[in-house]
């Protein structure tokens, strides 16, 4: 390998792949003509795209000892001025060609079926272990960054990852921002009335501004929230933007709100509930506390339905467990060093069966058998973070196929 310039390159270690923002590869060791350089490589398509993404003027890229690029359309410099070395290292087109194909496929299509059903089941097991415990350490992070901004309260954790994932996917940041609204501290003083709770959870969705004023329960909730919210100095955010179109009615977010309020009532402790948690069985429990009498037979006010007593369907329980229940146990025995709970958390996961919808299809009919809760939750990783952002590269079938690919083609010449 040369520079642009004629220089001999020698890679004597790449460095460490960064993520984050700043060079591509930090403390690499580069050799040219002879002489030893420690610092950053960047790589680019077109060493134009140095400029484009304004690197000249960024301080954090004046270590970059090594500019490596597709194309060499232009010289590259530090914000001094002083040029960087730079090496042309081509892609093979077949190989970039391939590449295009696997991500220019439209998001529902999984362009490695094939693939996928040839792929060697040791190393399909492994990848997906890697992504199921990559998916819930984002969900376990998520709820440590909760405690931190709740000053260690617990809780207050557990009750916003809960109202959270009552949401589902559909109405799961309005719900976020209801509970971030609702302090769970004030929610305890008055636990031990469900109406209460109701009317404090209610006023502050916004969902009583529209309601029927005929509604005799609607005008006793509209008077109950308004003294609470006077009480309390609570005030109510804008829009939250509620979703209820194309939904059926047991999934409309009234019927969850009503759901959440009886989980807080009685007053007991939602974070030792959840650690406490030994089984599916018992997580499932959580999720079906006695709704009152209105919400029994109502799906959204003043529009009776036939009787369904329970809070959430099994189906939905079980999504509950998955997202709520198996992401605080991670995330509190991960931040009290308790490896023993943090096993637990997934031994729920392959007790609990595997997930069935529209994202994991794909993976269904390539042959990838959802046998629990582990397996579909690493299939939707790969799905939302690798699939459709397409980072194929990154992907160890995708990798594999591509390397595959750059084995025959050596093999040929």
Avoid at 87 to 93: A, F, G, T, Y
Avoid at 209 to 229: G, I, Q
Avoid at 250 to 258: E, G, K, S
């Amino acid at each position: 390998m040369h520079t642009v310039d004629g220089r001999r390159v020698v890679v004597i270690d790449p460095g460490m792949l960064n993520r984050d923002s700043g060079p591509d590869f930090f403390n690499a060791k580069v050799e040219i003509d002879n002489r030893l350089w420690v610092g950053n490589i960047e790589i680019h398509v077109k060493a134009s795209d140095w400029y484009r993404h304004h690197h000249d003027t960024d301080k954090a890229y004046d270590s970059v000892i090594l500019h490596v690029v597709d194309r060499d359309d232009t010289r590259v410099t530090r914000h001094n001025g002083e040029e960087i070395p730079q090496m042309v290292m081509e892609c093979e087109p077949g190989f970039y060609n391939h590449y295009r194909g696997l991500v220019e496929r439209a998001d529902r299509d999984l362009p490695c079926v094939a693939q996928i059903r040839e792929y060697e089941p040791v190393k399909l097991t492994g990848w997906i272990t890697s992504l199921a415990y990559e998916r819930l350490y984002e969900k376990s992070d998520r709820i440590l960054a909760l405690a931190e901004k709740f000053t260690n309260d617990w809780d207050s954790a557990a009750y916003v990852t809960v109202a959270r994932c009552l949401g589902f996917s559909t109405n799961s940041d309005p719900f976020e921002r209801l509970a971030l609204s609702t302090p769970l501290n004030f929610l305890s003083k008055h636990a031990d009335s469900l109406f209460s709770l109701e009317a404090i959870l209610f006023g502050q969705s916004g969902l009583l501004d529209d309601a029927p004023e005929a509604d005799s329960y609607v005008e006793s909730l509209k008077r109950e929230y308004a003294f609470m919210a006077h009480k309390f100095g609570l005030k109510k955010p804008e829009s939250l933007g509620w979703k209820m179109a194309r939904m059926r009615p047991p999934n409309f977010p009234h019927r969850r709100i009503a759901a959440l309020a009886a989980i807080i009532h009685g007053g007991y402790r939602l974070l030792s509930t959840l650690i406490n948690v030994e089984s599916v069985k018992e997580a499932c429990e959580v999720f079906l506390p006695r709704l009152s009498p209105y919400w029994q037979n109502h799906y959204t006010f003043n529009a009776p339905s036939p009787p369904a007593p329970a809070a959430l369907s099994l189906t939905s329980c079980r999504s509950m467990a998955i997202n709520a229940v198996v992401p605080v146990i991670h995330a509190y025995a991960t931040a009290h060093d308790m490896p023993e709970m943090c096993q637990k958390a997934i031994d729920l996961l392959l007790e609990l069966p595997g997930e069935r919808n529209s994202v994991i299809e794909p993976f269904e009919r390539a042959g990838v058998k959802i046998k629990d809760a582990f397996t579909s939750q690493a299939l939707l990783q790969l799905r939302r973070r690798y699939c459709m952002e397409r980072k194929c590269l990154y992907c160890r079938i995708g990798h594999g196929m591509l390397s595959a690919k750059v084995r025959r083609a050596a093999v040929d010449v």
